[in-house]
């Protein structure tokens, strides 16, 4: 199975500062990865899909690179909504495995 | 627009049964791979199985194999998760969510459901 390890697993911030979260498969995974956002009581929702390209509806702050094994999701200009859990994960291969998530709060 | 329902949690026995249903609308389901995926209290995301628009491809988690069972009725446009032998550990919140394939055949969940909440006590 393909591991994925985000880091961190939390972190504090303050409203407009600029977040990065990293997000490491085990194995080579081309760009097949997304990265979802879950608030408390409720469903994920998909952020960004193919490590880079940003779902209808996402904030332009939100933005997702990288390649292989190494992932970025950066929130820029962190807003109150944003506060959340993120998750990435992989779709290379079965099974389709989440990272554990990073949950954002406020600094 | 597309809604996906999930219904049929509870709280059952260890070694109990229940099955799920996840009714779909908005898109064409029967075209359409489904996964299941659970949350466990205060933990993360576990994928569970997925199935084709057609049924006929299948896949399950290590830790499901064997207890649980997918499948689907395209004409009532439901997802359905059997789940046998539940444990404890199976006590979780589950998600049906509908598979996105784009130009490079890459998957993502575009859509959730809002969970159904299963709890295995005695």
């Known amino acids: 199975d393909i591991q994925m390890t985000q880091s961190p697993s939390s972190l504090s911030a303050s409203v407009g500062d600029r977040v990065i979260i990293t997000c490491r498969a085990s194995?080579?995974?081309?760009?097949?990865l997304n990265w979802y956002q879950q608030k408390p009581g409720k469903a994920p929702k998909l952020l960004i899909s193919?490590?880079?390209t940003l779902q209808s509806g996402v904030p332009s702050g939100f933005s997702g690179s990288g390649s292989e094994t190494d992932f970025t999701l950066t929130i820029s200009n962190l807003q109150p909504e944003d506060y959340a859990t993120y998750y990435c994960?992989?779709?290379?291969?079965?099974?389709?495995?989440f990272g554990q998530g990073t949950k954002v709060e406020i600094k | 627009q597309v809604q996906l329902v999930e219904s049929g949690g509870g709280l059952v026995k260890p070694g109990g049964s229940l099955r799920l249903s996840c009714a779909a609308s908005?898109?064409?389901?029967?075209?359409?791979?489904m996964s299941w995926v659970r949350q466990a209290p205060g933990k993360g995301l576990e994928w569970l199985s997925y199935?084709?628009?057609?049924?006929?491809?299948?896949f399950y988690a290590d830790s499901v194999t064997g207890r649980f069972t997918i499948s689907r009725d395209n004409a009532r446009n439901t997802l359905f998760l059997q789940m046998n032998s539940l444990r404890a550990e199976d006590t979780a919140v589950y998600y049906c969510?509908?598979?996105?394939?784009?130009?490079?055949?890459?998957?993502?969940?575009?859509?959730w459901g809002q969970g159904t909440l299963v709890t295995v006590s005695s």
């Open positions: 969510a509908k598979e996105h394939s784009d130009y490079y055949n890459i998957r993502s969940f575009d859509y």
């Open positions: 908005g898109f064409t389901f029967s075209d359409s791979y």
């Open positions: 199935i084709s628009g057609s049924g006929i491809t299948i």
């Open positions: 194995q080579s995974i081309g760009k097949y």
């Open positions: 193919a490590a880079s």
């Open positions: 994960q992989q779709t290379y291969s079965i099974p389709r495995t």
